[in-house]
């Protein structure tokens, strides 16, 4: 029975494709290209991660641009690579809003977001991150900055929930000196002594080390049961190897910043075996996700990474909320955000679905791949995480948390 839902989901899509084709590709060639900013980690800590998403947002306005575009109109897209650094972020934003005068900036991290949230806002220019969690944003933004990702405290509870379940009471950290980390192991610390348990050692460790023995003592001589380690994977190819080298003795569990696709390649499958990680998951099964992913394998050689459909929700988001806004604008964008994204409004899973609804003059509600994109008054969503296991040289899922049952669980 699903699959035949799916299968007539698909086939009403391409029939949206078609009549959007016809209706208004042709005015697309005539058009002036709408300009879209990408600022993203095509290299550095976080560039493994960073390269799929650019590509899912590569064949994703192909598709759109095939359909006519928003308005009518084909999206051109401007890059700038922040070398996952905050620097190159901020020289990047400015480069893209002042030269490429952009009208929508899309990837930022943690420490990105953090540092051109207000310069975008000033100049109005709206903000989606597909992978920004730090917990700074939960009560910020909103206006010009949103997030398809959730907030860090999300995966913070399942990483903390799941540890203590596991019956390990007796918790080490080791947290790198940047935003992402910092965030992420802020709550671990918080969320576990609020479920019962002890933080026995915290070690904060400075990027750009070739030794990290002096801290990796300090853990050993609290004797915890499990390690959470919030580091990228840059820190972890220098931290983990010696670790290994002078034994492990507790369990170990990687922060999402250093669970990527390379993770394994990386610091080798021997070495991880049995080495758990977390992160924050879409919800494998659900229509909007089904279609994503026949998506992503025509377009990718490689299985859909964690945040692509985080991505892909954004850009679909952006692009609605330039047909709802009737105009090119940065600030009339930014305020349709929500009503193309939140309900009221006949559900939609793809840009296609809602760019005919918007011509008919309906109201929508998109749902993505990743989940249902309600923002918040803080441009927040609700999330799930995701806790995996290495086995056997693969990352294999060992338990899911829903935004809904860790909503529940604390109340909120």
Same mark, same amino acid.
């Given at each position: ?65 095939? #359909? ?7 999206? $051109? ?5 922040? &070398? *996952?650094? +905050? =620097? /190159? ?55 010009y900055q949103f997030r398809t990702a ?22 080490? #950290? ?7 980390? $910092? ?5 671990? &610390? *918080?969320? +576990? =002594? /609020? ?52 034994g492990i003795e507790y369990k170990v ?160």
């Amino acid at each position: 029975m699903y699959k035949k839902r799916l299968v007539g989901k698909i086939g009403i899509v391409i029939s949206l494709y078609l009549i959007l084709s016809l209706g208004v590709a042709g005015l697309a060639q005539a058009e002036e290209e709408i300009p879209l900013g990408i600022l993203t980690s095509l290299t550095g800590p976080l560039g493994t991660e960073g390269q799929p998403i650019y590509k899912t947002w590569q064949w994703q306005v192909e598709e759109i641009n095939t #359909l006519g575009g928003p308005l009518g109109r084909p999206i $051109k897209l401007y890059v700038a690579d922040t &070398e *996952t650094s +905050v =620097e /190159k972020g901020m020289m990047g934003a400015r480069k893209l809003i002042t030269m490429n005068r952009v009208k929508g900036i899309l990837g930022p991290s943690s420490d990105i977001m953090v540092a051109i949230m207000g310069y975008c806002k000033d100049n109005k220019v709206p903000l989606i991150s597909q992978w920004s969690g730090t917990h700074k944003l939960s009560m910020t933004g909103g206006e010009y900055q949103f997030r398809t990702a959730p907030d860090d405290f999300f995966e913070g509870f399942a990483a903390a929930a799941f540890m203590l379940d596991k019956g390990w009471k007796k918790i080490g #950290l080791i947290v790198l000196n940047r935003e992402s980390p $910092k965030s992420i192991g802020k709550i671990v &610390e *918080t969320q +576990v =002594e /609020k479920m019962g348990g002890k933080i026995v050692a915290k070690q904060v460790i400075e990027p750009g080390m070739t030794t990290y023995r002096s801290e990796i003592r300090k853990i050993d001589q609290a004797n915890p049961e499990a390690v959470f380690l919030a580091v990228d994977l840059d820190t972890l190819a220098i931290l983990y190897p010696q670790m290994y080298e002078m034994g492990i003795e507790y369990k170990v569990i990687l922060g999402s910043d250093a669970h990527q696709p390379t993770t394994i390649e990386v610091i080798g499958a021997d070495a991880l075996e049995g080495v758990y990680a977390e992160k924050p998951a879409a919800a494998a099964g659900t229509l909007a996700y089904d279609i994503f992913e026949a998506k992503y394998k025509h377009h990718m050689e490689i299985g859909v990474s964690a945040f692509t459909p985080n991505a892909y929700d954004a850009l679909n988001i952006w692009a609605l909320a330039v047909q709802a806004a009737g105009k090119v604008d940065g600030e009339a964008i930014a305020h349709k955000i929500r009503y193309v994204a939140n309900p009221p409004g006949t559900k939609v899973n793809t840009f296609a679905e809602g760019m005919v609804l918007l011509l008919r003059g309906q109201d929508i509600n998109y749902d993505g791949a990743s989940g249902p994109c309600d923002f918040n008054e803080y441009g927040d969503i609700m999330g799930n995480a995701r806790v995996v296991q290495v086995q056997k040289g693969k990352w294999v899922d060992v338990r899911f948390y829903s935004g809904d049952e860790i909503a529940k669980i604390v109340g909120e």
